[in-house]
């Protein structure tokens, strides 16, 4: 579709304008409404076509847009002088105007600057009517409403009441409602509405927890009633003793409890139900009538009464019900509701609030909503960025156990799928690419009626380095801090392998204290101890590398794993030590080779191969080592 | 809830974005006083980088100081997208009704005494905001285009928000401005979603090039 007919076929009136106001373009829309043909308005002065269009706030206008180049909503309400279209069609027997919106706006020359104006004009005439009509529509139903508050009989007024209760309004005002009508339309002195509250255990001063013997006892006192709404010569609400009544006690109590759906007293005065006579003959009450606002299942909800100055009718008695019935469905509704809201809240803000990822997938593993908190834990901007995006994405392709991440999750899906759940660790992907341990929970949903897979992600990173910090402390030696046999033996294997691959040479140095046995005697473990200790010190300040490693072999043992390192320099780094460690200058008695604590160091290197095993290279160390011993002690051998 | 994150704007990008929305406004200032006889003051603008979920929370607390205000909002789209807010001091209306040489309040029924003064307020405000704003896009030699006024009841910014995505950033931009002539004050709000953050970095880069 062309610029042009766009331009004629839009059903918005459009006329473009140079900078001295003359029409360049006009389009079908306005031929129409005018009458005038495109042909016979270009180069004319809009202002002369529509001169209540020759003022200064349309001029202002236009000037803004040309200034600013920016776009200029006119309503009618506010430019009485717009284009002057009649309404056509039926209503143009009574000469009506088109109600228009127009938008003035600016037109670019390839050059970015404005060269023209561009007027749109659109007719807005039945959206204003549907306006003005929802306004009388509402002005209907308030005549309506003022009609309901004329009802005269029993039976209108309870109509009325029956209606208002339909209208979506809170529990509270319902129940206001409710008491409301029944003094009005049963003329009683006072109408009460008690709900009960299951587990809402006694408020520290209620008073009738105080009251341990009689018949006023409260029995159960995880069942209370609790006084919603009051009409008529009391409307508080606050009453020490009537804002909670014990199930079972009084007469409140006792009608909740009742098998009997009612209690109806004729005579207040002088009734045994009533326990305080004297205040009932005081106001004048002559009667009393309570029922029991029932579930659908037939268990108590709560008790509607009202105390009246005249008789209760036998008619008034069989509407009264009715109110109470009433009163349950409105209850039970509001009680549903509140429910179900109350989920909807919950589930949605745990949801939206969680600190674990909680993504949604369909069975073929796909994304389908995430929670906020899975684009900050996988660093996406936005839900678009990950929606349609399957867990492979957001995992690396393999899993630290080796196994491909594609292969994995099919598994544990299906196995979520027939056990109704799975946990197990998972490493996941940053959009940074950046990696991280996570502990996942797979639960199949059903979300509006379809299979689908929750997963929840909890990021376990923090865990994982506590782990490695273990795993990193179990690895040391308990005694002298440097690495463990275990460690050693490791760390050998992954250099060989790593060597092997580069092909650069592996040196060992394995270092045995002089006289050790002889120094224990003579000074004791302790001090034993002490000497090992101080060795494995000066093993790490010589060790500067941080592929070196320093470990305790075992025993007065120690060897050092020097890779990349050539012979000559592990001999150079081996006198270092041995040097290093006489100058500790430890009194040893005991050794035949000098006054202080000495090192035998054997030397081995080896440019580690796939076809040799890595105890060649300790075979060879030890070889020099038993060689260093045998020439004489405290000196560096290599083979 | 201001955060301050180098990943989005540099400090010296926040200088500078402030410097050429300070030029804007001021030539917007300008010719408004020139070209259509409307005298504002406007102050130079005060730029935070928030996360979209809490800028209805950052606007209230911004605009505290009014009891009672009118807020006229507009979106534009374009390399940029982002919603202008311009808040009113109470009675506004009244006030700038004045500057409408044609609208006439006289003998008219209270109700139409109220319609007319908020559409006088969308106008006005459709006015400043596109001044404003088109002169800031246009140093940056970009364009865009704007959505009609629209204007915002019992100050609820939580569906602002919402039109941004909720995980994002928003670049928000506040200056207070005041009617010289008249006893009229407010603040004017700019809040460019995230996506606007790249092409107003180029652009602002354009803009330095022309000086180096």
């Not at chain 1, 809170?170 to 339309?185: F, K, M």
């Not at chain 1, 349609?388 to 979520?416: E, H, M, R, W, Y």
């Not at chain 2, 409307?38 to 100081?65: C, H, Q, S, W």
């Not at chain 2, 139409?112 to 459709?126: Q, R």
């Amino acid at each position: 579709m062309n610029y042009k007919q766009v331009f004629d076929s839009i059903d918005v009136g459009m006329v473009v304008l140079d900078q001295q106001f003359m029409v360049l373009e006009w389009n079908n829309w306005m031929a129409l409404q005018s009458g005038i043909e495109a042909g016979e308005v270009v180069g004319v002065s809009i202002f002369q076509l529509f001169p209540e269009l020759n003022n200064p706030i349309f001029f202002r206008n236009c000037k803004v847009v040309l200034t600013f180049g920016n776009i200029v909503f006119l309503s009618q309400k506010l430019h009485n002088y717009l284009f002057a279209f009649k309404v056509k069609g039926p209503r143009a027997a009574m000469i009506e105007y088109m109600q228009q919106r127009c938008t003035i706006m600016p037109l670019r020359a390839d050059d970015g600057a404005i060269k023209n104006i561009l007027i749109t004009v659109q007719d807005v005439t039945e959206s204003v009517a549907l306006v003005k009509k929802r306004k009388k529509t509402l002005q209907e139903l308030e005549f309506e409403t003022e009609k309901r508050k004329k009802a005269h009989t029993q039976s209108e007024k309870l109509n009325v009441l029956r209606a208002d209760l339909l209208i979506t309004k809170s529990l509270n005002e319902h129940l206001d409602n409710i008491t409301d009508s029944v003094i009005d339309i049963f003329n009683a002195d006072f109408a009460r509405i008690w709900l009960m509250k299951t587990g809402d255990l006694c408020d520290e001063g209620c008073i009738h927890a105080e009251v341990r013997d009689g018949a006023s006892v409260c029995v159960k006192r995880d069942q209370c009633l609790h006084l919603m709404s009051s009409s008529g010569r009391y409307t508080h609400l606050d009453g020490k003793g009537h804002c909670r009544v014990p199930f079972g006690s009084y007469k409140i109590g006792k009608i909740a409890a009742a098998e009997e759906g009612k209690l109806l007293i004729s005579d207040v005065v002088h009734d045994p139900n009533v326990h305080d006579p004297a205040w009932a003959e005081g106001l004048g009450l002559v009667a009393f009538a309570g029922y029991r606002i029932l579930s659908a299942r037939r268990l108590p909800v709560g008790v509607l009464a009202l105390f009246s100055k005249h008789d209760i009718s036998t008619d008034d008695d069989a509407l009264l019900e009715g109110v109470a019935n009433t009163t349950a469905h409105v209850v039970l509704a509001a009680q549903a509701e509140e429910a179900l809201v109350d989920r909807e809240v919950r589930y949605r803000s745990l949801f939206e609030n969680a600190r674990d990822a909680i993504m949604i997938l369909d069975p073929s593993g796909v994304f389908v909503g995430v929670n906020p908190a899975t684009l900050e834990m996988f660093g996406f901007e936005n839900e678009k960025k990950i929606i349609n995006q399957t867990l492979v994405s957001l995992s690396p392709d393999i899993q630290s156990d080796g196994t491909f991440s594609s292969k994995k999750l099919i598994k544990v899906f299906k196995k979520a799928f027939t056990e109704g759940g799975i946990d197990f660790e998972w490493l996941h992907k940053r959009s940074n690419g950046g990696e991280f341990y996570a502990h996942v929970r797979l639960t199949p949903i059903q979300l509006n009626g379809e299979r689908m897979m929750q997963a929840a992600v909890r990021d376990i990173s923090g865990q994982k380095k506590l782990e490695e910090d273990l795993k990193r402390l179990s690895s040391i030696d308990a005694l002298t801090g440097v690495a463990n046999r275990r460690t050693f033996d490791e760390t050998l294997k992954n250099e060989w392998q790593r060597l092997a691959r580069s092909k650069k040479t592996l040196s060992v140095l394995m270092c045995d204290v002089d006289y050790f046995k002889l120094f224990n005697d003579t000074y004791g473990h302790q001090r034993g101890d002490d000497v090992l200790r101080q060795i494995s010190g000066t093993m790490m300040s010589i060790t500067k590398r941080s592929g070196d490693l320093p470990a305790r072999y075992g025993g007065e043992e120690f060897t050092i794993i020097l890779p990349e390192t050539e012979a000559s320099s592990a001999v150079g780094l081996a006198n270092k030590l041995c040097a290093a460690v006489e100058n500790l200058g430890i009194e040893n008695r005991g050794s035949k080779v000098s006054r202080v604590v000495t090192l035998s160091v054997g030397v081995a290197s080896i440019m580690p191969k796939k076809d040799i095993l890595p105890e060649r290279l300790i075979e060879d160390a030890d070889k020099a080592l038993y060689s260093a011993k045998n020439t004489g002690r405290n000196r560096v051998v290599c083979m | 809830m201001v955060i301050k994150d180098d990943r989005i704007f540099s400090n010296e990008e926040i200088d500078l974005l402030q410097e050429i929305m300070n030029i804007g406004f001021g030539q917007a200032a300008a010719d408004l006083a020139e070209v259509v006889d409307i005298f504002i003051n406007i102050n130079t603008p005060n730029l935070n980088v928030l996360k979209a979920l809490g800028i209805g929370e950052y606007m209230e607390e911004e605009i505290r100081d009014f009891d009672k205000c009118s807020i006229v909002s507009q979106n534009y789209l374009g390399d940029t997208r982002g919603i202008a807010l311009l808040v009113f001091s109470e009675n506004a209306e009244k006030e700038l009704l004045n500057l409408l040489p044609g609208a006439t309040v006289h003998g008219m029924e209270t109700d139409a005494v109220g319609e007319l003064e908020k559409e006088v307020l969308l106008e006005i405000g459709n006015i400043l905001i596109g001044a404003c704003v088109g002169k800031m896009i246009e140093l940056l030699k970009s364009s865009l285009t704007y959505m009609p006024p629209r204007s915002i009841v019992g100050e609820d910014f939580q569906s602002l928000q919402e039109t941004f995505e909720p995980g994002s950033y928003a670049l928000l931009l506040k200056t207070d401005f005041g009617f010289e002539d008249r006893n009229v004050s407010g603040y004017l709000f700019l809040v460019f979603s995230q996506e606007s953050i790249d092409p107003l970095k180029n652009a602002m880069k354009n803009f330095m090039s022309q000086y180096e």
